[in-house]
């Protein structure tokens, strides 16, 4: 069965940095478009950055120079590089596989911003 299992999450100080990993298994991964989301109580599941299985990327306003999202075909793996995190990044950051009509999701992981 499809299984996306995030880690990397957890407290950091505003400035600091942290790196989510997302290990994929179940899928044809390189057929798979690859996203973080993150959600905060009350508000609705954003869509944070994501990758293309060509590679191109995107990301929000909000996020552009200071997250990097990556993939590993060769591992089935995808990453978020979090620099320079201010307290608005607080939330829970899901890993999403899509492809065509078929999404998947993760469990999440926290990331708690605060000094």
């Known amino acids: 069965q499809v299984q996306l299992v995030e880690s990397g999450g957890g407290w950091v100080q505003p400035g600091g940095s942290l790196r989510l990993s997302c290990a994929a298994s179940g899928i044809i991964f390189r057929l798979y478009a690859m996203g973080w989301y993150r959600q905060v109580p009350g508000k609705e599941r954003e869509l944070v950055a994501a990758?293309?299985?060509?590679?191109?990327?995107n990301y929000i306003d909000s996020v552009k120079g200071r997250f990097t999202i990556s993939r590993d075909s060769a591992k089935n793996m995808v990453y978020l590089q979090m620099n320079s995190l201010k307290p608005e990044d607080t939330a829970v950051y899901y890993c999403?596989?899509?492809?065509?009509?078929?999404?998947?999701w993760g469990q999440g992981t926290q990331v708690t911003v605060s000094a």
């Open positions: 990758v293309t299985s060509a590679g191109i990327t």
């Open positions: 999403s596989a899509s492809f065509r009509r078929l999404e998947y």
